[in-house]
């Protein structure tokens, strides 16, 4: 089962535009983690935010957290035709010593050039 | 060094069949973990090992799944009779094990399975 929903499931800009892509989770959380996937296939990590991190950058890319409202925001700032690609927000829970990822559903980026 | 590597990356198989998928994790890294993509239900979360031993398989849909690691490095899933609704991408993931709230997963580019 999935973790939570994020918003929008389809985006779609034009280059040099800012993406951001919304994620909301459901339980308490150890961290949070981003990954892009191109073309159905494997998934590239992006960023790792801790559950004590409100904000991370990472060259063109802000991940920010509310653990309060149980989201996180993923900005793409100038954005390429090669950010075209789905995004998706990952979480680890606090239980035990897990550690499996449970996945939003996913945001669709078109960055039109 | 090298990333997570999955072989085959595509399988074709008849109902009723076996299947073994392959998952090589970065070298060095003590945690590996199976997920599959289909259409219907997203990314899911299959099994977990760290080590050689398997401390989460909550996640494995039925007793047809089965998956082992060896050596702490090469891990296998296997598919026994497989069914139509088997269809889907099976990723494989490995971290360093460390801790747990900064423990990055890496994935390998997964093995697109059909059940025909």
């Known amino acids: 089962s999935q973790q939570g929903e994020e918003d929008p499931q389809a985006l779609s800009i034009q280059e040099g535009e800012n993406a951001t892509m919304n994620c909301s989770y459901k339980?308490?959380?150890?961290?949070l983690q981003w990954y892009r996937q191109n073309s159905g296939r494997g998934l590239v990590h992006l960023i790792l935010?801790?559950?004590?991190?409100r904000e991370k950058h990472s060259g063109r890319l802000r991940v920010t957290l509310d653990t309060s409202k149980k989201s996180s925001s993923l900005l793409i700032t100038a954005s390429r035709a090669a950010d075209t690609a789905s995004y998706f927000c990952?979480?680890?829970?606090?239980?035990?010593?897990?550690?499996?990822?449970?996945f939003g559903s996913g945001t669709q980026l078109t960055v039109l050039p | 060094g090298a990333g997570v590597s999955q072989s085959p990356s595509n399988k074709v198989t008849e109902k009723g069949k076996d299947v073994e998928l392959r998952c090589d994790p970065i070298?060095?890294?003590?945690?590996l973990y199976w997920y599959r993509q289909s259409l219907g239900q997203g990314l899911e979360f299959l099994i977990y090992?760290?080590?050689?031993?398997?401390?989460?398989k909550s996640g494995l849909p039925s007793d047809r799944f089965s998956a082992e690691r060896t050596g702490g490095s090469v891990s296998t899933l296997t598919i026994q009779r497989t069914q139509q609704e088997d269809s889907a991408v099976y990723l494989c993931?490995?971290?360093?094990?460390?801790?747990?709230?900064?423990?990055?997963?890496?994935f390998g580019p997964g093995t697109r399975l059909t059940v025909l």
């Open positions: 993931a490995s971290s360093a094990g460390g801790t747990v709230g900064a423990d990055t997963q890496y």
């Open positions: 339980t308490s959380i150890n961290n």
């Open positions: 935010i801790r559950s004590n991190e």
């Open positions: 990952a979480t680890v829970p606090i239980s035990g010593s897990a550690r499996q990822l449970t």
């Open positions: 070298s060095g890294h003590t945690a």
């Open positions: 090992f760290q080590g050689n031993s398997a401390p989460d």
